[in-house]
């Protein structure tokens, strides 16, 4: 949940303020690095191999475009 008062001080700030504001935090979390714990690790494993041994489970890039952009519309 968003703190009340930088929500109102956002919402006050013009579009072109804004997206500098979201330029701003993009930057910011680019360059943080991420901790990923063992548990994760073994997740992210355990998921690239059932793939790697039955690729129809997953989904190419236009699919994954497709079903994204439906769920926006």
């Known amino acids: 949940m968003v703190n009340p008062a ?17 330029e701003f935090i993009e930057q910011s979390v680019e360059s943080a690095p991420i901790d990923v714990t063992e548990e994760q690790k073994t997740i992210i494993r355990s998921r690239a191999a059932e793939l ?16 994204m952009g439906a769920r926006w519309k």
């Open 52 to 67: 790697d041994a039955d690729p129809s489970i997953g989904l190419t890039w236009d699919e994954l475009d497709a079903r």
């Open 6 to 22: 930088l929500q109102s001080a956002i919402e006050a700030m013009s579009l072109d303020e804004r997206l500098e504001l979201v």
